[in-house]
T-cell receptor, first 114, second 112 residues
Framework: EAQVTQNPRYLITVTGKKLTVTCSQN?????MSWYRQDPGLGLRQIYY???????DKGDVPEGYKVSRKEKRNFPLILESPSPNQTSLYFC?????????????FGPGTRLTVL | AQSVAQPEDQVNVAEGNPLTVKCTYS??????LFWYVQYPNRGLQFLLK??????LVKGSYGFEAEFNKSQTSFHLKKPSALVSDSALYFC??????????FGGGTRLMVKP
């Protein structure tokens, strides 16, 4: 089944404790992206990647890191999480450019930073 | 910076009635516009997109959207709403290539 998977689905952590949220897709998509969803703000793009070893900042990259060492994986890293990073996070992928092609979204990761 | 506005936080409609979910976008030459739907505890799912061509775009589950350049709008419509259409709907615009800007979302409630 074609899908985007994220782990963990739920995470409660404390301020300053490094964490990684994994994202993997099995559709051989070039484009991958991370979003955060907050009430009333819709989805805001954190980082995206056009292909292996190519990453770019989105609208809200502060406090986050990403890497794209393999085509299928695009982990999101919070080196020192803070309470304002409490949010619902989605990973997405698409074939080729996200300008023209639909994105496939993962099920989401709900992160709480205490 | 480009922006997408969804002026209604919630839209209520009776089952069987037509529905409209509104979206306006910021002006940017030839915009690329999308609608996505989010069901409870799920990721977003693609509904339809406008790239170029016919102003009326048909998508999944009987939804359609009308692109109106003069009003910079891209409203989502369906002739006859179903209870199962109740969900959170997001409009999105391409942001200078490979970045999408999403609206704040509109919750659609379809009552039996």
């Amino acid at each position: 089944e074609a899908q985007v998977t994220q782990n963990p689905r739920y995470l409660i952590t404390v301020t300053g404790k490094k964490l990684t949220v994994t994202c993997s897709q099995n559709m051989n998509h070039e484009y991958m992206s991370w979003y955060r969803q907050d009430p009333g703000l819709g989805l805001r793009q954190i980082y995206y990647s056009m292909n292996v070893e190519v990453t770019d900042k989105g609208d809200v990259p502060e406090g986050y890191k990403v890497s794209r060492k393999e085509k299928r994986n695009f982990p999101l890293i919070l080196e020192s999480p803070s309470p304002n990073q409490t949010s619902l996070y989605f990973c997405a992928s698409s074939s080729g450019s996200a300008t023209y092609n639909e994105q496939f979204f993962g099920p989401g990761t709900r992160l709480t930073v205490l | 910076a480009q922006s997408v506005a969804q002026p209604e936080d919630q839209v209520n409609v009776a089952e069987g009635n037509p529905l409209t979910v509104k979206c306006t976008y910021s002006v940017s030459g030839n915009p690329y516009l999308f609608w996505y739907v989010q069901y409870p505890n799920r990721g977003l799912q693609f509904l339809l997109k406008y790239i170029t061509g016919d102003n009326l775009v048909k998508g999944s589950y009987g939804f359609e959207a009308e692109f109106n350049k003069s009003q910079t709008s891209f409203h989502l419509k369906k002739p006859s709403a179903l209870v199962s259409d109740s969900a959170l709907y997001f409009c999105a615009q391409d942001n200078a290539g490979n970045m999408l800007t999403f609206g704040g979302g509109t919750r659609l409630m379809v009552k039996p």
